[in-house]
């Protein structure tokens, strides 16, 4: 057993198949971490315009990461019934990553697409 030390407050967590590599959420905000579990060692942080993941998860063929998060509309929205009601506010999304994007440092931000 390790303690990694992340830059984030650690949320959810899925485990890359059989790579020895672990994608940490982060709990408030929209960055992930990947870690390499054998070494005990942070590999890369990304950012992602989102935040309170919900859910991840891996594809059957293991290519592609699944993230269930939440993002802000619009920034006219306000917190009023109505708003939130419609959706002006937030929204939650799955967005996918390639598993390969992830686990390559020098590939930069994420891109994600809707699911």
């Known amino acids: 057993m390790r303690t990694v030390s992340l830059p984030f407050a650690p949320g959810r967590q899925l485990l890359l198949g059989s790579s ?10 929209g960055r992930l971490a990947v870690v390499d579990v054998n070494k005990g060692a942070v590999d890369s942080v990304r950012s992602l315009p989102s935040h309170n993941f919900r859910g991840l998860a891996l594809s059957r063929d293991a290519a592609t990461a699944c993230l269930c998060r939440t993002s802000f509309c619009t920034p006219l929205g306000s917190s009023s019934l109505d708003d939130i009601h419609w959706g002006n506010v937030l929204t939650n999304h799955v967005r996918t990553v390639r598993v390969a994007d992830l686990l390559d440092p020098k590939s930069g931000p994420c891109k994600t697409q809707h699911a």
């Open 20 to 29: 020895g590599k672990l994608v940490v959420a982060d709990a408030f905000g």
